[in-house]
């Protein structure tokens, strides 16, 4: 074996690598999965609807490349930028494979940002088709979901959006602009699999100039385990943003007793810290929420100057702010009896011995729950102006009524 | 007594054999071991790679003391003095067929992961071409490796701080708890899993007479598992804070998922390929090093007037190897490698060692006896 390994070793073996190399190059030029971007259609969102004899109908919709943009960077003007194809089937990617024996190019899905999901379908109950969206290579856990409110997927996608070149694009930028929920895959699966329920963002049909249809993001669908249970409105899903802790660009209001106007404020900075205690053998959660504000509007006669004003209009909104997520969570715990807030996970984590008991009657556990809330409002800024606009000196009051 | 390794040798450096090990344990670890130890300690994984870095300090510095007694011998060496030329030799030859056992499911399981991203392209064609640079640089000699590890390494360590950054504000610490939810059993399985990690560290005993100074490895070993612990710590906790411990859990590859899960600034994104490349290069490294130390025992049991003479028969073995590997799925692997191989890793990489180590250390003391204290 030695002597015929070293004649290997000094003659034949330069020769064979010779061949293998000019044979390998040649056969093995460009991989087997190779496809020319111009053989793509490339998937922006998908949408899924429940549709008759218990299948579902899955609509997607693509980009058309050649009007997007011209080469100026400019909107073309020959047509829409994108389409929409839909099928009905039993499951996600077997429609998807009758799509594409529609289409001249191959499904791509690497490129979806968002999936919509049908009100029928998310009332039926949402957990069949989300294994579709994981566990294919091709799709991302940066996926956004929304629920179509009052509509079906497919209208939604349909829909046109004229600030952008497609309304995916559309749906995109509103989530991203955090004024409201913002929910993808990663995090839906995350409360799926936890001690938490889903809570989605919502998007509607509104009416836009004369005929045409323009969508909005609504709210939230609050699901009961996989079903949807209910709807939030705007500010509720705001205040329920604001219990989970998550990032959000919204305003406060309140109105000073005695006094015409509102004061208004943006948030600056916001944070929740929601702790579990056992108080006589019941569980009670504690919630401390803090938030920087700027005031953006005073119509009433008050100088913001004082800083004993100040520290009033600050507790003012303090109490204001502890009402709304007070009555929010009054309404999700009573209406709804679906833990969106995530009670059920800081349990968990703080009295892991105790969850294990808790967690069987959860559902009926959470409504009783008991909420301390404390909230803390700090004035950072005041804005440009410290004095009223247009208001007689005279007239102008330095504290509260 | 022991087979003896021919004078000729070729040398390198301790950090370049430091680098080595690094570059051998830190991809497939972090692709692999974390997963497997997701399955058991799930969020206290974390607790598990604690123990096995303690255990992997022992582990690391017993093998390196032992081994820096006789540092002209490699593990074959040893064992051949240990139980004398026949059994010694059997042994031996079992360490080559488990090197090559784990350098065959190295590369069937960084192929499985290619497949999954490629579905149309053959299998055998990434394991053809990924063996061919193996057995070429393996061929070319240990110096040739380690200079290709030192070039690779910083590339990869610093490719793995920029992910450890890019995706460090998505994660949240307050998944890790609650801490050891069911008891310390699930801890210490993940432990082995993370031990049978550092068992593999066995085939570097192969390449100890290749150091330039072995009587230092010992107390440079400790620090190795130090780096190897803050290297891996970021990795086992990273996916069970951003994708909370049943999702981390059922995902095929969680550190894969969390480099492809990076966004940043709503354009940077879809940084896939650098999981990819950080995967290739380091089973390309871990494999290389598990085909070395075949090739080196090989030559060293049959007595070759060259260290690479086998190598190219191995890389063929190999090859069949692992195409006889092609019905195992990925989950079928995983089980595989936390079950039967973890037994057979730290059989061969923690008690046989051990063993080999205490019959040379009595032999060692009942000739210094024999001799009136002197030693032979």
Same mark, same amino acid.
């Given at each position: 074996?030695?002597?015929?390994?070293?004649?290997?070793?000094?003659?034949?073996?330069?020769?064979?690598?010779?061949?293998?190399?000019?044979?390998?190059?040649?056969?093995?030029?460009?991989?087997?999965?190779?496809?020319?971007?111009?053989?793509?259609?490339?998937?922006?969102?998908?949408?899924?609807?429940?549709?008759?004899?218990?299948?579902?109908?899955?609509?997607?919709?693509?980009?058309?490349?050649?009007?997007?943009?011209?080469?100026?960077?400019?909107?073309?003007?020959?047509?829409?930028?994108?389409?929409?194809?839909?099928?009905?089937?039993?499951?996600?990617?077997?429609?998807?494979? &009758?799509?594409?024996?529609? *289409?001249?190019?191959?499904?791509?899905? #690497?490129?979806?940002? !968002?999936? $919509?999901?049908?009100? %029928?379908?998310?009332?039926?109950?949402?957990?069949?088709?989300?294994?579709?969206?994981?566990?294919?290579?091709?799709?991302?856990?940066?996926?956004?979901?929304?629920?179509?409110?009052?509509?079906?997927?497919?209208?939604?996608?349909?829909?046109?959006?004229?600030?952008?070149?497609?309304?995916?694009?559309?749906?995109?930028?509103?989530?991203?602009?955090?004024?409201?929920?913002?929910?993808?895959?990663?995090?839906?699966?995350?409360?799926?699999?936890?001690?938490?329920?889903?809570?989605?963002?919502?998007?509607?049909?509104?009416?836009?100039?004369?005929?045409?249809?323009?969508?909005?993001?609504?709210?939230?669908?609050?699901?009961?385990?996989?079903?949807?249970?209910?709807?939030?409105?705007?500010?509720?899903? &705001?205040?329920?943003?604001? *219990?989970?802790?998550?990032?959000?660009? #919204?305003?406060?209001? !309140?109105? $000073?007793?005695?006094? %015409?106007?509102?004061?208004?404020?943006?948030?600056?900075?916001?944070?929740?810290?929601?702790?579990?205690?056992?108080?006589?053998?019941?569980?009670?959660?504690?919630?401390?929420?803090?938030?920087?504000?700027?005031?953006?509007?005073?119509?009433?006669?008050?100088?913001?100057?004082?800083?004993?004003?100040?520290?009033?209009?600050?507790?003012?909104?303090?109490?204001?702010?502890?009402?709304?997520?007070?009555?929010?969570?009054?309404?999700?715990?009573?209406?709804?009896?679906?833990?969106?807030?995530?009670?059920?996970?800081?349990?968990?984590?703080?009295?892991?011995?105790?969850?294990?008991?808790?967690?069987?009657?959860?559902?009926?556990?959470?409504?009783?729950?008991?909420?301390?809330?404390?909230?803390?409002?700090?004035?950072?800024?005041?804005?440009?102006?410290?004095?009223?606009?247009?208001?007689?000196?005279?007239? $102008?009051?330095?504290?509260?009524? | 007594?022991?087979?003896?390794?021919?004078?000729?040798?070729?040398?390198?450096?301790?950090?370049?054999?430091?680098?080595?090990?690094?570059?051998?344990?830190?991809?497939?670890?972090?692709?692999?071991?974390?997963?497997?130890?997701?399955?058991?300690?799930?969020?206290?994984?974390?607790?598990?790679?604690?123990?096995?870095?303690?255990?992997?300090?022992?582990?690391?510095?017993?093998?390196?003391?032992?081994?820096?007694?006789?540092?002209?011998?490699?593990?074959?060496?040893?064992?051949?003095?240990?139980?004398?030329?026949?059994?010694?030799?059997?042994?031996?030859?079992?360490?080559?067929?488990?090197?090559?056992?784990?350098?065959?499911?190295?590369?069937?399981?960084?192929?499985?992961?290619?497949?999954?991203?490629?579905?149309?392209?053959?299998?055998?064609?990434?394991?053809?071409?990924?063996?061919?640079?193996?057995?070429?640089?393996?061929?070319?000699?240990?110096?040739?490796?380690?200079?290709?590890?030192?070039?690779?390494?910083?590339?990869?360590?610093?490719?793995?701080?920029?992910?450890?950054?890019?995706?460090?504000?998505?994660?949240?610490?307050?998944?890790?708890?609650?801490?050891?939810?069911?008891?310390?059993?699930?801890?210490?399985?993940?432990?082995?899993?993370?031990?049978?990690?550092?068992?593999?560290?066995?085939?570097?005993?192969?390449?100890?007479?290749?150091?330039?100074?072995?009587?230092?490895?010992?107390?440079?070993?400790?620090?190795?598992?130090?780096?190897?612990?803050?290297?891996?710590?970021?990795?086992?906790?990273?996916?069970?804070?951003?994708?909370?411990?049943?999702?981390?859990?059922?995902?095929?590859?969680?550190?894969?998922?969390?480099?492809?899960?990076?966004?940043?600034?709503?354009?940077?994104?879809?940084?896939?390929?650098?999981?990819?490349?950080?995967?290739?290069?380091?089973?390309?490294?871990?494999?290389?090093?598990?085909?070395?130390?075949?090739?080196?025992?090989?030559?060293?049991?049959?007595?070759?007037?060259?260290?690479?003479?086998?190598?190219?028969?191995?890389?063929?073995?190999?090859?069949?190897?692992?195409?006889?590997?092609?019905?195992?799925?990925?989950?079928?692997?995983?089980?595989?490698?936390?079950?039967?191989?973890?037994?057979?890793?730290?059989?061969?990489?923690?008690?046989?060692?051990?063993?080999?180590?205490?019959?040379?250390?009595?032999?060692?003391?009942?000739?210094?006896?024999?001799?009136?204290?002197?030693?032979?």
């Amino acid at each position: 074996v030695e002597i015929w390994l070293e004649w290997w070793e000094r003659s034949l073996k330069r020769w064979v690598l010779l061949i293998f190399i000019c044979i390998f190059s040649i056969l093995t030029a460009g991989c087997w999965d190779r496809i020319e971007i111009n053989d793509l259609a490339l998937i922006m969102a998908t949408g899924v609807d429940a549709a008759s004899n218990n299948k579902m109908k899955v609509s997607i919709q693509m980009a058309i490349p050649s009007q997007g943009e011209s080469q100026n960077g400019s909107m073309a003007k020959t047509g829409k930028s994108y389409f929409v194809v839909a099928d009905t089937g039993s499951d996600i990617w077997g429609t998807t494979s &009758r799509i594409q024996e529609k *289409l001249s190019r191959r499904v791509f899905t #690497a490129h979806r940002r !968002i999936l $919509i999901i049908g009100e %029928k379908l998310a009332s039926q109950g949402i957990q069949p088709i989300l294994d579709a969206f994981v566990r294919h290579p091709e799709s991302r856990l940066r996926t956004y979901v929304v629920v179509a409110k009052g509509a079906t997927a497919e209208k939604i996608l349909k829909a046109s959006y004229p600030l952008e070149k497609a309304p995916t694009e559309g749906i995109r930028e509103l989530l991203h602009s955090q004024i409201g929920l913002v929910v993808d895959l990663k995090d839906l699966l995350m409360d799926r699999s936890s001690n938490q329920s889903i809570v989605l963002p919502t998007i509607e049909i509104t009416n836009g100039k004369g005929s045409s249809k323009v969508f909005r993001l609504s709210g939230a669908a609050v699901f009961h385990h996989d079903k949807l249970a209910g709807y939030l409105g705007d500010h509720q899903t &705001r205040e329920l943003i604001w *219990l989970r802790g998550k990032p959000l660009k #919204a305003e406060l209001s !309140i109105k $000073i007793p005695k006094l %015409k106007g509102r004061i208004s404020a943006d948030i600056l900075k916001k944070s929740t810290n929601m702790k579990a205690r056992k108080i006589h053998g019941r569980m009670v959660m504690k919630i401390d929420t803090s938030a920087n504000i700027g005031i953006s509007e005073n119509q009433t006669k008050l100088d913001l100057e004082d800083p004993e004003t100040i520290h009033s209009i600050e507790r003012l909104f303090a109490k204001e702010l502890k009402n709304k997520l007070h009555t929010t969570l009054k309404e999700i715990q009573q209406n709804y009896q679906s833990d969106v807030v995530g009670f059920g996970e800081v349990i968990h984590r703080t009295y892991p011995k105790d969850w294990k008991g808790i967690k069987q009657n959860w559902d009926m556990e959470f409504p009783q729950i008991k909420v301390v809330l404390h909230t803390d409002v700090k004035i950072k800024r005041t804005g440009m102006t410290s004095l009223p606009i247009n208001i007689p000196e005279k007239q $102008i009051r330095k504290s509260l009524p | 007594m022991g087979v003896k390794m021919k004078s000729s040798i070729q040398k390198f450096s301790n950090l370049q054999f430091f680098m080595m090990m690094l570059g051998f344990i830190t991809p497939f670890g972090h692709f692999i071991f974390i997963r497997l130890t997701y399955v058991y300690a799930g969020r206290n994984a974390w607790i598990s790679l604690f123990c096995s870095a303690i255990l992997g300090v022992i582990f690391i510095y017993f093998q390196f003391k032992s081994a820096s007694q006789s540092p002209d011998q490699s593990l074959i060496g040893e064992s051949v003095q240990a139980f004398g030329t026949w059994f010694g030799r059997v042994i031996g030859f079992m360490y080559i067929c488990f090197f090559l056992l784990a350098c065959s499911l190295s590369i069937h399981v960084f192929t499985q992961f290619l497949n999954l991203l490629f579905p149309l392209t053959p299998s055998f064609i990434f394991v053809f071409f990924l063996l061919f640079t193996m057995a070429y640089v393996v061929h070319a000699g240990s110096e040739t490796l380690t200079r290709t590890i030192q070039v690779a390494l910083p590339v990869l360590m610093a490719l793995g701080s920029l992910v450890s950054i890019l995706i460090m504000k998505e994660r949240d610490w307050k998944q890790l708890l609650p801490i050891m939810e069911n008891g310390f059993f699930p801890v210490w399985h993940g432990s082995i899993i993370f031990l049978t990690m550092f068992a593999e560290l066995v085939v570097f005993r192969m390449l100890i007479p290749h150091t330039n100074t072995p009587k230092s490895l010992p107390k440079q070993g400790l620090f190795f598992v130090l780096i190897v612990f803050f290297m891996f710590l970021g990795p086992t906790t990273g996916p069970i804070m951003i994708f909370g411990e049943n999702l981390a859990r059922s995902t095929l590859y969680p550190t894969f998922e969390e480099i492809r899960y990076i966004q940043l600034f709503d354009f940077i994104e879809r940084l896939d390929v650098l999981g990819i490349f950080l995967w290739v290069t380091g089973a390309f490294i871990r494999s290389s090093v598990f085909l070395l130390g075949a090739a080196e025992g090989m030559a060293e049991l049959f007595k070759a007037n060259k260290n690479n003479l086998y190598v190219l028969p191995i890389t063929f073995f190999v090859f069949a190897l692992e195409l006889s590997l092609k019905s195992y799925t990925p989950e079928k692997t995983y089980h595989f490698l936390a079950s039967s191989y973890s037994v057979i890793t730290i059989f061969f990489g923690i008690l046989l060692p051990l063993m080999i180590d205490m019959v040379i250390g009595f032999r060692h003391k009942w000739k210094s006896g024999w001799n009136g204290g002197k030693e032979v």
